[in-house]
């Protein structure tokens, strides 16, 4: 097997992607996000560690992903995209008239796992589904709309088919 590496990402704050070869190909950097204005970054803000970006294979083109994760690799911590999602959706959750304010801080507090894949995320989705199951479809589409990229791949297929 040859060698490969990790080229840089570069993301805006809101976790729009502005390229993953941010080393390979300097055109392609820029210090605001084109589509939100944004500030971009580079590095996880907690520990300074480079974001994982494409990853290149000698004589291999196109097998990197263009898909940035959500938490840092090193430190383990939320990068602020995923954060400011998490947030978003906590946010959401308060404007659900029907449900009781337990019924809202349990929503809340499941929403952490469904980010991140471990034994809770089942419990987390089907809590989800309940709780958000007595909200109005638009209020449901609006939580598809801010979690669909940050939630684990278990909890997406268990929540959206
Ligand atoms: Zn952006
Ligand atoms: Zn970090």
């Not at 959500?70 to 990068?79: L, Q």
Request: some cysteine; glycine content about 8%; charged content about 30%.
């Amino acid at each position: 097997m040859s060698q490969g590496y990790y080229d840089t990402a570069q993301v805006c704050l809101n976790g729009h992607v502005v390229t993953t070869q941010y080393e390979t190909a300097i055109e392609f950097r820029s210090k605001h996000c084109g589509e939100c204005g944004e500030s971009t970054i580079t590095n996880c803000s907690n520990c300074n560690t480079k974001i994982k970006g494409y990853y290149h294979l000698p004589d291999v083109f196109g097998f990197g992903s263009d898909v940035v994760s959500g938490y840092c690799h090193e430190c383990g911590k939320a990068y602020p995209w995923t954060e400011a999602k998490i947030e978003a959706a906590r946010e959401l959750a308060e404007e659900l008239e029907e449900l009781t304010d337990e019924e809202k801080e349990l929503l809340k507090k499941s929403l952490d796992d469904l980010v991140k894949d471990s034994p809770r995320t089942v419990v987390a989705t089907t809590r989800f589904k309940r709780l958000v199951g007595k909200a109005t479809p638009e209020i449901a589409t609006g939580f598809k709309d801010i979690l669909v990229d940050i939630v684990s791949e278990t909890a997406k297929k268990a929540i959206w088919g």
